[in-house]
C-alpha cells in the first residue's frame, strides 16, 4: 500500500505528519535514522566541533535553541560531515514575527525539529567554492530533512555572494568557519520549504497556467501524487556483508521508498507562440487550443488512435486521448531536484572538471529516462562538445549554452539539426520548484514524442548506467551517494568500516518496480574513481539469483540487440539470459577477459591510454569491431573512463581487456509492449565471491546503428 493523497488544491501537512513522513537523517551515506547516534559514531577530538561552534557564539542563540530543542545537539557533538546553514539572531526574528510568534520557546518540538534539519546537510563539507562551483549553476543538496537545498551565484550590495533557495544568502565575511566534523556557513534569512505537491506548485505559478489546467484536465493530475510507501520499514532489515573483488564491504537497505516525479513545462507566452506557428485557433479556448496543437504533434506518432472514440476533445482523460500523452510526456517517474543531476555528475577534481566517466572533448552526457507516456523515454544531454570530428560545430545557435542540458537533442550538422528544449536551470525567486513529491523546470521549446524525436533523435544507441534505469534509486537520493574519490577500509567485513565516505545499498523484493529476484542479494555499490565501473558505481547480484527485471522501452518496433557493460573479473561467475521468458544464446561468463581464446586472445594489447588503439586505421579498427561482434562483444566507448583523483590521470575501459560489452541477445521488439530480461545463475558451484554477477550499463541498439559494418564502416566506437 502507497500513500496517496486525493484532495483537490493546496496540500499543506501537518508538520508531524511531514516529520513522519520525511525525516531522513542524512544524505544517502550519513547515520542511522535516531537522534541519538550510535556508540559507534562518537569519536574523540580536541578541538572545536559543530555543537561548541553554536553554543560559543551568542549571534546565533537563537537557532542554538532551536537545535537544542530538537535534540540535535548531540548529534553535531558526533564524528561526521556536516554543512550547518546558521540563521542569524536577526535571521530567526524576523522568521518568529512572519509567524506570528514571539520567541522560540513558542515553537513546538516538531517545528524545531524540521528547522533545524532543513539547515543541515549530512555527509559532505562544503565551502561557498563547492557550493557553486560552476559560476551558474548550482547544487541541489538534500538537507536532514530528506529535502533539496538550491544553491546559486547571486550579489548583494555589488558584492557576489552564494544564494541558497534564491532568498538567503551565506555571510561572505563569516562564511566557511571550519570545525573539526563540518563547515559553518552563517545565512541572513531562515530558509523554508514547501508542503505542497508537485502538481501544487504548478498551480500556483501563474506563468504556466495552461499546463496545470491540461494536467487537471487530462486526469495526469491525480497519477502524481503518491509520496510514499508507509509500510516500508528500513529497520527491519539487517546489514548484507559481502565481497566483490578483493573489497570487503556491507550494505544497507534504503532508508525510505518514497515516489516522485519531475515535470517540465513550458511557460503560457511559449504555447501562444507556439499556436500562432501553427496556425491554431485559441477563439473556442486555451485549452482546445492546446488539444489541437497536441493533435499535430501526436497523431502523426499514433495514426491508428485518430478515429478512437478515446481521442476525442470530449475525452481528454482517456489513454489514446493525445492531449493527456501530451502533458504525460512531460513528466518523468522519478525525482530530480536539480539541473545537475539530470545527468552525471560533474567531477572538481585535479586536473578533472568534467561529467564523471564522459570524455566530454568527444561526447556530450546523455541520460535516458522513462516518462508517465507508456514506453517512452526522453534523452537528457548536457552540451560540452564544440566541434564533431569532422570539424563542424555541434552547438548550433547555442553556443552560450556550453554545459547546459536539453532534452530530446541530436545536433550534428549537417546530418541531424534538431535542437531540442533547453532546461532552464535559473531559480524563479518568486515561486517554488522543489515539492515534497517532485520538482519542475522550465523549458523553452516544445517537449513532445514527434516522429522526428522518435525516429530521428532517439533512432541511436541509447546507453543507460544502471542506476538511472530504477526510478527509485533516483528519487530516494541514492545515485552517486557519497565521496567517489575515497575508500572506507575494506581490510574486515565489520562495523568499524563507518560509511562517513558513502554508502552501499541492497534492495529487498518489491523494492524497485518491474523488478523480481530469488535467493540472492541485490547490491549497489556506491561510486568510486578508481573502479573500473562507468560513473564509478556497479551492480553486484550475489547469490543462487534468478533475477527479472523489465526492460526500459525502446522508442519504436523492430529489431534491437540488447548489451551488457561489465568488468570481468576471475571472483565472478557465469549467468544464462533470457528475453520474455526465452533463453538466448550461450551463458556469459564474467571470468573471461577480451585477451582471452574465447575472444580475440593476444591481438588485445591491454593499454589504458588507447594510443594502440588510436593508432589503427578506421579499416583495422572495423576490422577487429567485426571480429568481436561475430563473436557477441564489443569494446567499451572510449569516451569512457576512470581516473585517479590525485594526479587526474585517465585510464579508458576501451583499451582494458576486462571492461566490454557482451550482446545479451538481438531479437524484435515490439515498442507498445513491456519486455523483460531474466538473468540465471549457471555457474558451477559456488564460483568466485558467491556467484558475483556485475550489472554496470545498459545498451539498447537499433539495426540501424549494429548493422553498419564492412569496408572501412563501423559503428561509432564512443
Known amino acids: 500500500m502507497v500513500t496517496t493523497i486525493n484532495i483537490k488544491g493546496k496540500h499543506t501537512l501537518p508538520a508531524k505528519l511531514i516529520g513522519l513522513l520525511f525525516i531522513?537523517?542524512?544524505?544517502?551515506?550519513?547515520?542511522?535514522?535516531?537522534?541519538?547516534?550510535?556508540?559507534?559514531?562518537?569519536?574523540?577530538?580536541?578541538?572545536?566541533?559543530?555543537?561548541?561552534?553554536?553554543?560559543?557564539?551568542?549571534?546565533?542563540?537563537?537557532?542554538?535553541?532551536?537545535?537544542?530543542?530538537?535534540?540535535?545537539?548531540?548529534?553535531?557533538?558526533?564524528?561526521?560531515?556536516?554543512?550547518?546553514?546558521?540563521?542569524?539572531?536577526?535571521?530567526?526574528?524576523?522568521?518568529?514575527?512572519?509567524?506570528?510568534?514571539?520567541?522560540?520557546?513558542?515553537?513546538?518540538?516538531?517545528?524545531?525539529?524540521?528547522?533545524?534539519?532543513?539547515?543541515?546537510?549530512?555527509?559532505?563539507?562544503?565551502?561557498?567554492?563547492?557550493?557553486?562551483?560552476?559560476?551558474?549553476?548550482?547544487?541541489?543538496?538534500?538537507?536532514?530533512?530528506?529535502?533539496?537545498?538550491?544553491?546559486?551565484?547571486?550579489?548583494?550590495?555589488?558584492?557576489?555572494?552564494?544564494?541558497?533557495?534564491?532568498?538567503?544568502?551565506?555571510?561572505?565575511?563569516?562564511?566557511?568557519?571550519?570545525?573539526?566534523?563540518?563547515?559553518?556557513?552563517?545565512?541572513?534569512?531562515?530558509?523554508?520549504?514547501?508542503?505542497?505537491?508537485?502538481?501544487?506548485?504548478?498551480?500556483?505559478?501563474?506563468?504556466?497556467?495552461?499546463?496545470?489546467?491540461?494536467?487537471?484536465?487530462?486526469?495526469?493530475?491525480?497519477?502524481?501524487?503518491?509520496?510514499?510507501?508507509?509500510?516500508?520499514?528500513?529497520?527491519?532489515?539487517?546489514?548484507?556483508?559481502?565481497?566483490?573483488?578483493?573489497?570487503?564491504?556491507?550494505?544497507?537497505?534504503?532508508?525510505?521508498?518514497?515516489?516522485?516525479?519531475?515535470?517540465?513545462?513550458?511557460?503560457?507566452?511559449?504555447?501562444?507562440?507556439?499556436?500562432?506557428?501553427?496556425?491554431?485557433?485559441?477563439?473556442?479556448?486555451e485549452l482546445r487550443a492546446l488539444y489541437d496543437l497536441a493533435c499535430q504533434l501526436y497523431d502523426p506518432v499514433y495514426p491508428e488512435d485518430v478515429n478512437a472514440a478515446g481521442h476525442a476533445y470530449e475525452n481528454l482523460t482517456d489513454s489514446v486521448n493525445p492531449l493527456r500523452r501530451f502533458v504525460q510526456y512531460?513528466?518523468?517517474?522519478?525525482?530530480?531536484?536539480?539541473?545537475?543531476?539530470?545527468?552525471?555528475?560533474?567531477m572538481n577534481v585535479g586536473q578533472t572538471h568534467e561529467a564523471f566517466g564522459f570524455n566530454t572533448t568527444i561526447v556530450n552526457p546523455v541520460d535516458w529516462y522513462q516518462t508517465l507516456l507508456p514506453h517512452t523515454m526522453v534523452k537528457i544531454e548536457q552540451l560540452t562538445v564544440d566541434l564533431d570530428e569532422q570539424g563542424n560545430d555541434c552547438r548550433g545557435a547555442d553556443a552560450g549554452k556550453v554545459n547546459e542540458r536539453f532534452i530530446n537533442r541530436r545536433y550534428a550538422a549537417p546530418d541531424y539539426t534538431i535542437r531540442g528544449a533547453w532546461i532552464d536551470s535559473s531559480v524563479d525567486t518568486l515561486y517554488e520548484h522543489d515539492a515534497l513529491n517532485g520538482h519542475f523546470f522550465y523549458v523553452d521549446d516544445i517537449v513532445a514524442f514527434t516522429k522526428d524525436v522518435r525516429d530521428v533523435v532517439q533512432n541511436t544507441r541509447i546507453r543507460m548506467d544502471f542506476s538511472s534505469v530504477f526510478p527509485e534509486v533516483m528519487t530516494n537520493d541514492l545515485r552517486q551517494n557519497g565521496d567517489p574519490t575515497k575508500d572506507d577500509d575494506s581490510s574486515s567485513p565489520d562495523d568499524s568500516a563507518i560509511p562517513v565516505n558513502g554508502r552501499n545499498f541492497y534492495f529487498p523484493e518489491g523494492y524497485l518496480d518491474g523488478v523480481s529476484f530469488s535467493n540472492c542479494y541485490c547490491v549497489l555499490r556506491r561510486p568510486h574513481t578508481n573502479f573500473w565501473s562507468w560513473q564509478g558505481d556497479e551492480w553486484n547480484l550475489f547469490g543462487d539469483y534468478d533475477f527479472t527485471f523489465r526492460i526500459p522501452p525502446v522508442p519504436f518496433s523492430g529489431e534491437w540487440q540488447l548489451r551488457l557493460g561489465f568488468c570481468a573479473l576471475t571472483t565472478r561467475g557465469v549467468m544464462q539470459t533470457y528475453f520474455d521468458g526465452t533463453p538466448q544464446g550461450i551463458p556469459l561468463d564474467m571470468t573471461k577477459y577480451l585477451d582471452s581464446e574465447l575472444y580475440i586472445g593476444d591481438r588485445f594489447v591491454n593499454d589504458e591510454k588507447l594510443a594502440d588503439y588510436e593508432s589503427k586505421t578506421d579499416e583495422e579498427k572495423a576490422e577487429e569491431q567485426k571480429l568481436l561482434k561475430n563473436l557477441g562483444a564489443y569494446r567499451d566507448g572510449r569516451s569512457q573512463y576512470h581516473f585517479n583523483p590525485s594526479s587526474g590521470e585517465q585510464y579508458f575501459f576501451a583499451g582494458n581487456p576486462r571492461t566490454y560489452r557482451r550482446v545479451l541477445c538481438q531479437t524484435y521488439i515490439d515498442a507498445t509492449k513491456d519486455h523483460y530480461l531474466r538473468f540465471r545463475v549457471a555457474s558451477d558451484g559456488k564460483q568466485g565471491n558467491n556467484n558475483e554477477f556485475m550489472l554496470d550499463f545498459f545498451e539498447l541498439v537499433p539495426k540501424s546503428v549494429y548493422a553498419v559494418d564492412g569496408d572501412g564502416d563501423m559503428e561509432d566506437d564512443l
Open 24 to 285: 531522513i537523517c542524512s544524505l544517502s551515506f550519513s547515520v542511522a535514522c535516531s537522534d541519538e547516534p550510535d556508540s559507534e559514531y562518537f569519536y574523540s577530538f580536541t578541538g572545536e566541533m559543530a555543537s561548541d561552534y553554536l553554543r560559543n557564539r551568542s549571534q546565533y542563540s537563537e537557532f542554538t535553541q532551536i537545535v537544542e530543542k530538537a535534540q540535535l545537539m548531540d548529534l553535531l557533538a558526533t564524528y561526521g560531515q556536516y554543512t550547518c546553514f546558521i540563521p542569524t539572531n536577526d535571521a530567526v526574528a524576523a522568521y518568529l514575527k512572519e509567524h506570528g510568534l514571539q520567541s522560540v520557546d513558542q515553537l513546538s518540538e516538531a517545528d524545531c525539529d524540521t528547522i533545524a534539519r532543513t539547515h543541515i546537510v549530512s555527509g559532505g563539507i562544503l565551502s561557498t567554492f563547492d557550493l557553486v562551483p560552476h559560476g551558474t549553476t548550482g547544487l541541489s543538496l538534500l538537507n536532514m530533512m530528506g529535502r533539496y537545498i538550491t544553491t546559486t551565484n547571486g550579489e548583494v550590495d555589488g558584492q557576489p555572494v552564494v544564494m541558497l533557495e534564491g532568498v538567503a544568502h551565506i555571510d561572505t565575511e563569516a562564511q566557511n568557519d571550519t570545525v573539526e566534523n563540518g563547515i559553518m556557513q552563517p545565512i541572513n534569512v531562515v530558509i523554508e520549504k514547501s508542503n505542497s505537491y508537485a502538481a501544487d506548485i504548478v498551480e500556483d505559478n501563474p506563468h504556466i497556467g495552461l499546463f496545470y489546467q491540461a494536467l487537471q484536465a487530462t486526469g495526469v493530475y491525480d497519477d502524481i501524487l503518491l509520496v510514499e510507501d508507509p509500510d516500508y520499514d528500513s529497520k527491519s532489515y539487517k546489514k548484507y556483508y559481502y565481497t566483490s573483488d578483493f573489497w570487503h564491504e556491507v550494505a544497507w537497505v534504503p532508508d525510505t521508498k518514497k515516489y516522485g516525479f519531475t515535470i517540465f513545462v513550458e511557460p503560457d507566452s511559449l504555447y501562444h507562440a507556439k499556436f500562432q506557428q501553427y496556425g491554431i485557433s485559441t477563439a473556442n479556448g
Open 330 to 346: 512531460h513528466i518523468l517517474n522519478r525525482s530530480v531536484p536539480g539541473v545537475d543531476k539530470l545527468t552525471a555528475p560533474v
